[in-house]
């Protein structure tokens, strides 16, 4: 493995810190103060959109899309830096239009759509025009095994009609979010991997209705948001089914594999970007007599934090590089660990970077106690840990099988 960066990736890297250190970071409070002036926080703050026409201009545009035509043609391992520096704040990634679930929804079009989906709604959203949702999780059945689907999608004629109650569809809130991908049961007498499909709605057909957005340790994540949304006998064309009846399982395993790497890389740029602040803090503060970095116990967590980060980074990559040279099945255990591994140790480089920085550290003054609630989430999204160590450790015994 050489994790040596080619000279695109280096020119892409320098021109993405540029770009944060001079549009992203200055404008994070005044897209939170145009957020909170209005009656209302599900709207576009004007300065989004700025931001976005000014990453379009210099070619920081769906950066993510592996070997595609609609991208920039980077690997797995050439995204995951960059990936890795759109981390570092919580708007960063729509600036660049490289967010989920919009990137994961743009991926299965791009691999699993028609030339007519492609149309309608990849295009729009590659263009960032529009947003998208994924409804798959059910309020009902534990959602970690995505076979316990309830939701039904039933042929009649030339259309299918959908039935269930969807919640933590992300990005629901948007009011630019035009379509959802659906995940049901097509068949629920099929082998128990070929019974769901996906199929796209958009979500001003009639019976689809959001009842709430649901805040996470606090946090509404407006406008983005997550939604509860019911689907009461939803009719769309039967030309919106993604690949096929029964494929909704492989989709959203071909899914799920770079989104978990993206969701990694950033966790690791929000963990630089919490060791960042705790170091500047220490150094400015004193108790005791002395300043907070002289304190034993302080550079403790500073020397944990730079060694976690260093071996979160690591097996990444290392996935990453799995991931393009031998694919996604084969790299399924290091795509597991790293799932693990990345949010725990953010969890933990942000939770020390909160107790050096005192009270302010829970305060909206820095962005550590939000930062902290995203990476205790990703410990669920995207299938929570015990789901990945259960899969590492079956791959593990395997090897032992005679």
Known sequence: MNFNHSEKVKRLQSKLEKFMDEVVYPNERVYTEQLNHGKSRWR?????????????????????????????????????P???????????????????????????????????????????????KIRSCFSMTEPDVASSDATNVEGRIEK??????????KWWSSGAGDPRCKVAIFMGKTNPDAPKHEQQSMILVPLDTPGVKIHRMLPVFG?????????????????????????????????????????????CMRLIGAAERA??????RVQERKAFGKKLADQGVIREWIANSRIEIEQARLLTLKAAHMMDT?????????????????????????????????????????????????????????????????????????????
């Open 44 to 80: 576009i703050p004007p300065v989004m959109e700025e931001m976005k026409a000014k990453a379009k201009e210099q070619g920081l545009w769906n950066l993510f899309l592996p070997e595609s035509e609609y991208g920039a043609g980077l690997t797995n391992l050439e995204y995951a």
């Open 82 to 128: 960059l990936c890795e520096i759109m981390g570092r704040s919580p708007i960063a990634p729509e600036v660049f239009n490289c967010n989920a679930p919009d990137t994961g929804n743009m991926e299965v079009l791009a691999r699993y759509g028609s030339p007519e989906q492609k149309e309608k709604w990849l295009k729009p959203l590659l263009e960032g």
């Open 156 to 165: 009649d004629g030339d259309t299918y009609v959908l039935t269930a109650r």
């Open 219 to 263: 946090y509404d994540d407006a406008p983005h948001g997550h939604g509860e949304i019911e689907f009461d006998r939803v009719r769309v064309p039967a030309s919106n089914l993604i690949w096929g009846e029964g494929k909704g399982f492989a989709i959203a395993q071909g899914r799920l594999g770079p989104g978990r790497i993206h969701h």
């Open 275 to 280: 060791l960042e602040l705790m170091c500047k």
């Open 326 to 402: 031998v694919g996604n099945k084969k790299a399924r255990a290091e795509i597991a660990m790293i799932k693990v591994v990345a949010p725990n140790m953010a969890q933990r480089v942000i939770d020390r970077a909160i107790q050096a920085h005192g009270a302010a550290g829970v305060s909206e003054d820095f962005p550590l106690a939000a930062s902290w609630a995203a990476a205790r989430t990703l410990r669920l999204a995207d299938g929570p840990d015990e789901v990945h160590r259960n899969a590492i450790a079956k791959l593990e015994l395997k090897k032992y099988n005679h």
